[in-house]
């Protein structure tokens, strides 16, 4: 898909049986948990060093929209029900249902990560990286979400953003910043046009 959208792998489904949660990996459910709605500006860097910038909204469940900047022609939406990537240079458009997209894990507030996530190393203390990955699904890739301690976030935790890989190993890096947490959004938000040459407006 042109400019590599977010990079939006599949993810997983819930691994039964899964291990006790370590103290960190429950920071981070506990931080997504008490996020309702969330709201920054975005950085999209892709494997050839090309930047992209826009804006952020997120409200639980199910809906967010990375809103590219001006002139490109780009659209990611979650209407609460299915995830879109629209194309509007060439009308084109394409669906993925919200639980087998990464943003599932920021998405849905009763979704229970353990099952499918663990945390990484990192040298800086501060810093939290959790991946998620399915070891019998290679080829939906994975994806690192990483965190800031930080007392004025959510459960001490600020989402800095993520880094994806696909099966190609090809990179995207979304870094967030400016975040609001809790704030009202409305859901008109998450509408759009339809690129399709007669597609109605959703």
């Known amino acids: 898909m042109t400019y590599r959208a977010l990079a939006l792998l599949p993810l997983p489904a819930l691994i039964a049986a899964a291990p006790a949660m370590s103290p960190d990996l429950a920071k981070v459910q ?18 050839n060093g090309k930047t992209l910038n826009g804006t ?7 809906k967010v929209r990375f809103q590219y900047e001006k ?6 939406v979650a209407d609460g029900n299915s995830l879109w990537f629209l194309d509007y ?6 669906r993925l249902p919200i639980k087998n997209g990464p943003l599932g894990v920021l998405l849905d507030p009763s979704k229970d990560i353990s099952g499918f996530a663990k945390m990484i190393p990192t040298a800086d203390p501060s810093i939290l990286s959790v991946e998620v990955f399915d070891r019998k699904h290679p080829e939906y ?18 989402l800095r953003g993520w880094v994806a890989l696909d099966a190609q190993n090809n990179r995207t890096t979304i870094r967030l910043s400016g975040q609001r947490f809790n704030v009202p959004i409305s859901d008109g938000t998450f509408r759009f046009n339809d690129p399709s040459p007669s597609g109605p407006r959703k």
């Open 71 to 76: 002139g490109v022609p780009i659209l990611v």
């Open 89 to 94: 240079s060439v009308k084109q458009k394409q």
């Open 30 to 47: 506990a931080h997504l948990s008490a996020v309702q709605s969330m709201t920054a500006t975005f950085s999209q860097t892709d494997r």
């Open 141 to 158: 890739g994975r994806i690192n979400l990483i965190f800031e301690k930080s007392a004025a976030a959510p459960a001490g935790l600020m």
């Open 56 to 62: 952020l909204s997120l409200k639980r469940p199910g």
